[in-house]
Structures are given as C-alpha cells and as structure tokens.
C-alpha cells in the first residue's frame, strides 16, 4: 500500500509504553529463534496483557482517539442494525443480541434505545469484550444513556452456551491476527519480524506448509499464478475462532460489518502490496512496526473466507452487501424523513452524517455486511435492495 507518513510523535509515556512492549516482542523474537510471524507480531501488538493496543487504557475512539467507526459518526447506523435485529427477534418471538467488541457502547446504547422504542428489546444484551479499559468506558456510557436498560446488559469474559438471538460485530474480523506472504518466483516466503541493528525490522523465511497451501488455494481460486513480489494477507485462524461463536449460537443470526471484499477482488494484481491498515489520532499508513501498541493495526476482510467458513461450520449465508445498501434496506432514509420536524442546522448536520454512512467514497462500498445464520430460513430486511452474497 505504501502510504506516506505525516504522523505526530509520540508522548513520553507513550514512548515508554511502546518500548516496553518492543522489548518483550524482542524477547518473543529470541525466544522463537530469532524471527517471529507476522500473525504473533499482530497478536502481541495487538492483545499483549498489559501493553497491547486493545490491552492497555490509551483511548482509541473518537475525536479524541485514533479513529472513529460508524456508530461514533451517527447514531442512524445504530438505529438502521436494531431494525434488523428486531425483525429477528420478532420471528424468534424473543432471544438475546451478543456484541463482539463493543467499543464506547454507542452502539449498544442506540441499539438498545432503537429497540425499545420498537417494543422488540432483547431478553439480554450480551458483550464479550476483551479491553478492560473498553469495558469500562461501555459501562460508563450506558450507565449515562440507558440507566433504564442497564439491567439487560451482561459483560462476558468468553462466549456464552446455547445462544439464540443474534451476534453482531462491527468492525472485528479486522482486528483478527493475520499472516503476511510474499512470491518470491515460484516460492511462497512468510513476511515476520526480526530484530536487527537495534529495532524491529521486516524478514522473509520459506513459508511452512500451511501457509503455502492457502497460498496455492487462493491461485487456484482466482485462476492464475501471484506474481513475482506480490505481498497480501491471509488469516488462518479464521476457521477456529468463527467455529467457538457457531458452536456457541445455536439459532439465529450473526452480522459482520467490516472493510474488505470478496476474495477474487482482495487477491487483484492491482492491490499487490496487500491491505494492511494502521491507525494513529487519525492518520492511516501501513507500517505495522511503527508505535507499536500505541496504534491500531488491521487488515482488510476476505468474505469470500468468512462465508466459506462458515458454511465449512454448519451455519448459511443470508445475505452480502455494502453498507449502504444495507443501511437503506434497514431504512435509514425513513429515519432521516421522521427528523423532518427538526431546526435546518440539526437536519443538515444528521444529512452529513448519512452521507459518511452511505456514500461510496466514504464508508458506503468500503465497509461490507455479511449475514450468517443457523436455523434462520426468512429473508432479511437488511438485504432487500440490494444482495451480493453470488459475488463470493
């Protein structure tokens, strides 16, 4: 991708905290005999006790923070996914909605308001959140917005049993540990981490078996030979951490939201530098070596690998859209016409937010949702006007 940086420095205490986290990766690095895989790298920048992006108490959300995801621009994509969800429990005549990382519980809060207001709340809403920091701006924030309906909301350490309901996910699969790859003729090299001269620093080795055969899989997949230097992503632990949420609902539906695209599109000859995505106080760029656990790092989605996933644990797409789409099946344009009542300055401003929401160059064709279900036969209003699920 090689995005050009324009990136503030650190803090002192940040500056601390990375290199406390950059000399326990060097020790990981030592420990494994001198180079490390990208996909530990991620996981250790990432969730490392203590020190790891998602681990530690910097903010992350917001203006304040290093980005900011839908529900923080608006709270129309809330109220548009709490429509969905309740035309699932209404077919289920009740049942509880699971949030995967619920970030600042906007979300949860407007989903939560949306749903009231529809007579169609969840028995329970469920979060399984892995930042202790996180959690407590959540409880925080629905304290202050739901203090009614705070009751319904239970904090989970691992996945529940015998879900029903739904699961919903935004901007998650991104944040999965992912493997880096590069052709080198006609063999496939793994992209890790060493360290050398004093810092971290970028090393290939052959790639094992595993790693190789995915590669293979995704050439014969798009009919044709990587070229010479091109370097992607792939996430092969996919399979295991989808198969713990399949097993752990037992009816219902599951809805992902995230940027990516299907695989024939991932994998072009045009994106050969791969999709990896860092964040920090809202500048993107992809070096992942940079401000380690201080910025976010993330890579695009391949739903062509979730949806087949799932279908490999037991589960059936219900539908693939961009966001847009789903956001105006969901009937986000509905909601802006019942703000009608409102001053000019307040409808322009809930108008500007719609459009980041829906607008293809804004978040509209970047983000996807993907709908998953288990024992779920009706069709979703979040798919309506639009389906793409043949593109995958």
Aim: glycine residues 10%; aromatic residues 8%; negative net charge.
């Amino acid at each position: 991708m090689n995005v050009p940086l324009d990136l503030p420095p650190l803090t002192s205490d940040e500056s601390v905290h990375s290199q406390l986290l950059v000399d326990r990766i060097r020790d990981e690095i030592e420990r494994c005999g001198g180079w490390l895989s990208f996909e530990r790298f991620m996981e250790m920048a990432l969730y490392e006790p203590g020190l790891g992006y998602y681990s530690a108490g910097a903010r992350k959300l917001g203006a304040s923070g290093d980005f900011v995801t839908a529900p923080e621009i608006s709270p129309l994509f809330s109220r548009c996914l709490a429509r969905q969800c309740a035309q699932v429990l209404a077919e289920l005549n009740g049942g509880d909605i699971l949030e995967l990382g619920a970030g600042s519980g906007a979300m949860a809060a407007d989903i939560l308001l949306e749903l009231a207001a529809l007579k169609r709340l969840p028995n329970r809403y469920l979060i399984l959140e892995v930042s202790a920091d996180l959690r407590e701006r959540q409880q925080n924030t629905l304290q202050a917005r739901v203090p009614e309906l705070l009751s319904r909301v239970t904090w989970l350490d691992a996945l529940p049993d015998q879900l029903v309901g739904l699961v919903l996910a935004n901007e998650v699969l991104d944040a999965l540990p992912v493997q880096r790859f590069v052709i080198r003729g006609d063999q496939v090299n793994a992209s890790g981490v060493t360290w050398q001269l004093g810092k971290l620093d970028w090393s290939e080795i052959r790639a094992d078996p595993d790693l190789t055969a995915a590669v293979r899989s995704i050439e014969e997949y798009v009919g044709r030979a990587l070229p010479d230097g091109y370097s992607s992503e792939i996430n092969l632990r996919l399979n295991p951490w989808f198969g713990g949420i399949a097993r752990a609902l037992q009816r219902g539906v599951m809805l992902f939201i995230d940027y990516g695209l299907p695989r024939g599109q991932y994998y072009g000859v045009e994106r050969n530098t791969g999709t990896l995505l860092c964040h920090f106080r809202h500048r993107f760029h992809d070096d992942a070596l940079l401000n380690v656990g201080i910025q976010d790092i993330g890579a695009w989605v391949d739903f062509t690998a979730v949806a087949s996933v799932a279908v490999d644990r037991g589960c059936d797409v219900l539908g693939y859209n961009t966001q847009a789409h789903f956001l105006i099946g969901c009937g986000i344009e509905t909601l802006l016409a019942d703000l009608a009542h409102r001053g000019l300055e307040s409808r322009l401003q809930v108008g500007k937010q719609a459009m980041v929401l829906i607008l293809p160059g804004e978040m509209g064709e970047r983000f996807k949702v993907i709908a998953l279900g288990k024992k779920w036969q009706q069709a979703l209003i979040g798919f309506s006007v639009r389906d793409m699920a043949a593109a995958l």
